[in-house]
């Protein structure tokens, strides 16, 4: 699929929306690594309580000792008149570990050149593991990546974390959560707490389904955000958009009914409100 991506901004100075979502594994080796400097032991385990073994890091591997197996992410154009998908990419086991996963991520926003990238919780989890994936493998961040070194400067980063955005000064909610209130498609292949046994499996495909599911819905959300300010012409038209894109792009895989059937359900309410102020402006 070929665009010409400049014929779609009406300004001198194009930009791109990345969403991105990662799923992610434990990396066994590293935490085998970090239990043996603890000199922590299996028979260290008995004394822990139920509650320490979920979080005490010697026996759940937290983030440095995981690694990415999946990643997906959906390069928009912003105009305008609002966003614009153009392309979901897509890369992970088994034919790609996270070095090579990595690679191919910064070679495409290296190409892009000027772009905002937009997760969901990405601040406490995507973004860290993208860092310390890239320092383990030798790569450099792309010239327009660089933002994402100094994390704690939000406006300078390069990255939006949509979840601190819409949930501000509340605690921080999951992604279905926020899409469920506004109708919005997610978690449509399996269980979140599933995913894992799917990579066990070696069910590669579904977990990309997972991953491109929560980009998707994600998108959805930064669209429905950024109609608060403006930013959005029209919803519907946003909306049409995005279901307009799945339904060509990835009619292949298990969401892409479930997304044609909001498309169809949002260009319908608005179609029944539309005829319901016709009637009420009637004489």
């Keep these: 699929m070929h665009h010409d991506l400049t014929s779609l901004w009406k300004s001198n100075t194009p930009r791109f929306v990345v969403v991105l979502d990662a799923e992610l594994a434990y990396n066994h080796e590293a935490?085998?690594?970090?239990?043996?400097?603890?000199?922590?032991?299996?028979?260290?385990?008995?004394?822990?309580?139920?509650?320490?073994?979920?979080?005490?890091?010697?026996?759940?591997?937290?983030?440095p000792c995981h690694r990415i197996t999946t990643l997906s992410w959906l390069v928009m154009t912003e105009a305008e008149d609002g966003l614009r998908p153009v392309r979901l990419e897509t890369r992970g086991l088994p034919e790609h570990d996270e070095a090579a996963v990595l690679k191919a991520f910064f070679t495409d926003m290296e190409q892009l050149g000027h772009v905002q990238l937009v997760t969901w919780g990405g601040f406490h989890a995507d973004l860290p593991q993208i860092l310390i994936g890239a320092i383990d493998a030798g790569l450099r961040l792309p010239s327009c990546l660089t933002g994402l070194l100094s994390p704690w400067r939000r406006d300078a980063s390069g990255h939006l974390d949509l979840c601190s955005e819409m949930c501000g000064g509340a605690a921080p909610a999951h992604l279905a959560e926020v899409a469920a209130r506004l109708g919005i498609p997610a978690k449509?292949?399996?269980?979140?707490?599933?995913?894992?046994?799917?990579?066990?499996?070696?069910?590669?495909?579904?977990?990309?389904?997972?991953?491109?599911?929560?980009?998707?819905?994600?998108?959805?959300l930064l669209m429905r955000w950024?109609?608060?300010?403006?930013?959005?012409?029209?919803?519907?038209?946003?909306?049409?958009?995005?279901?307009?894109?799945?339904?060509?792009?990835?009619?292949?895989r298990p969401y892409a009914a479930d997304w044609g059937r909001y498309g169809d359900r949002v260009l319908h309410e608005a179609i029944m409100a539309e005829t319901l102020k016709r009637e009420v402006l009637a004489p």
């Design 31 to 63: 935490h085998g690594r970090y239990q043996a400097s603890e000199r922590f032991l299996p028979a260290d385990a008995a004394n822990l309580s139920s509650r320490e073994l979920r979080t005490d890091p010697r026996v759940t591997p937290r983030w």
């Design 188 to 220: 449509l292949t399996c269980r979140p707490d599933l995913v894992s046994q799917l990579m066990q499996q070696g069910k590669w495909s579904a977990v990309r389904s997972v991953c491109e599911g929560d980009v998707l819905s994600t998108a959805a």
């Design 226 to 252: 950024r109609h608060l300010s403006g930013g959005t012409v029209s919803m519907l038209e946003a909306m049409r958009r995005l279901t307009g894109f799945v339904a060509e792009h990835c009619g292949h």
